[in-house]
C-alpha cells in the first residue's frame, strides 16, 4: 500500500471548515483512499473513501487531485465532537482488507 | 446494541502471565480483524478471519500471540508470558465482504471499543 503523508495537528473553530490534507504520491491506480477517524478512548471509525471522482456522504467530502497524488477531507460544520485522530489511508481493496495506519492528524476543535 | 464488542475492556497482568481477550463481530460479519495500538501511534494490524480461516498474519504477531475463530464467529486473541512491550490498546473490527468488485460503504471496518492491555 501506498505511504501517505499528513500534517501532525490542525485546529479548526467551530462551526467552520476543517480541511485537512493528505498526500499520497505513489498512489497506484487501483488503489483507493481511505478515511477514518479515532475519537479518544474509542475504536477508529470510517467516514468515506474514493478512487479519483469527489465523494460525499452526510460525515464529509472528499476531494481527490486529478493526478490522485493527494486528497482533502473536508468537515464542512466542525463541532467539538469532530475533535479527533484523523487517518488517510490509501490501499488496494483486495489485498485482504487491511487497514494501514500511520500516525494521522489531530484535529482540535475550538470553541 | 449490535456493534462490535470487547471483553474485558481493561486488563493489567504480571510479566509472564497468560491473558485472553474476546472480540464478538457484528452478527453477519464474516471478516474479523485484530489490531494493536500503543500510544501515540495509529493502529497497527496483526491479523484477520474470513469466516474460522484465518487468512493473514502479521509479522508482528509472534509466537507467543495466537488468534482463533472457532465457528466463525467470536473470536479471541491469546498472549502466552506477556512482556512490557505486549502493554498497548488491542483493537477488533470486523467486516461484511459480500462481493468482488470495487468497494462500497457497506465493506467498512467496525471497531469495537478495545482492550487495554497493561504489562507490569
Known amino acids: 500500500d501506498a505511504k501517505t503523508t499528513q500534517p501532525t495537528s490542525m485546529d479548526c473553530a467551530e462551526g467552520r471548515a476543517a480541511n485537512l490534507p493528505c498526500n499520497h504520491s505513489t498512489i497506484s491506480g487501483n488503489e483507493y483512499v481511505y478515511w477514518y477517524r479515532q475519537i479518544h478512548s474509542q475504536g477508529p471509525q470510517y467516514i468515506i473513501h474514493g478512487l479519483k471522482n469527489n465523494e460525499t456522504n452526510e460525515m464529509a467530502s472528499l476531494i481527490i487531485t486529478e493526478d490522485r497524488k493527494s486528497s482533502t477531507l473536508i468537515l464542512p460544520h466542525a463541532t467539538l465532537r469532530d475533535t479527533a485522530v484523523y487517518y488517510c489511508?490509501?490501499?488496494?481493496?483486495?489485498?485482504?482488507?487491511?487497514?494501514?495506519f500511520g500516525a494521522g492528524t489531530i484535529l482540535r476543535v475550538k470553541s | 446494541d449490535t456493534g462490535v464488542s470487547q471483553d474485558p475492556r481493561h486488563k493489567i497482568t504480571k510479566r509472564g502471565q497468560n491473558v485472553t481477550f474476546r472480540c464478538d463481530p457484528i452478527?453477519?460479519?464474516?471478516?474479523l480483524y485484530w489490531y494493536r495500538q500503543t500510544l501515540g501511534q495509529g493502529p497497527e494490524f496483526l491479523t484477520y478471519?474470513?469466516?474460522?480461516?484465518?487468512?493473514?498474519k502479521s509479522r508482528l504477531l509472534s509466537d507467543r500471540f495466537s488468534a482463533e475463530r472457532p465457528k466463525g464467529s467470536f473470536s479471541t486473541l491469546e498472549i502466552q508470558r506477556t512482556e512490557q512491550g505486549d502493554s498497548a490498546m488491542y483493537l477488533c473490527?470486523?467486516?461484511?465482504?459480500?462481493?468482488?468488485?470495487?468497494?462500497?460503504?457497506?465493506?467498512?471496518?467496525?471497531f469495537g471499543p478495545g482492550t487495554r492491555l497493561t504489562v507490569l
Open positions: 452478527s453477519e460479519h464474516n471478516r
Open positions: 489511508i490509501v490501499r488496494v481493496m483486495e489485498y485482504g482488507n487491511k487497514l494501514v
Open positions: 473490527a470486523s467486516s461484511l465482504r459480500t462481493q468482488t468488485g470495487p468497494p462500497h460503504r457497506g465493506d467498512e471496518q467496525f
Open positions: 478471519f474470513q469466516n474460522e480461516a484465518q487468512l493473514e
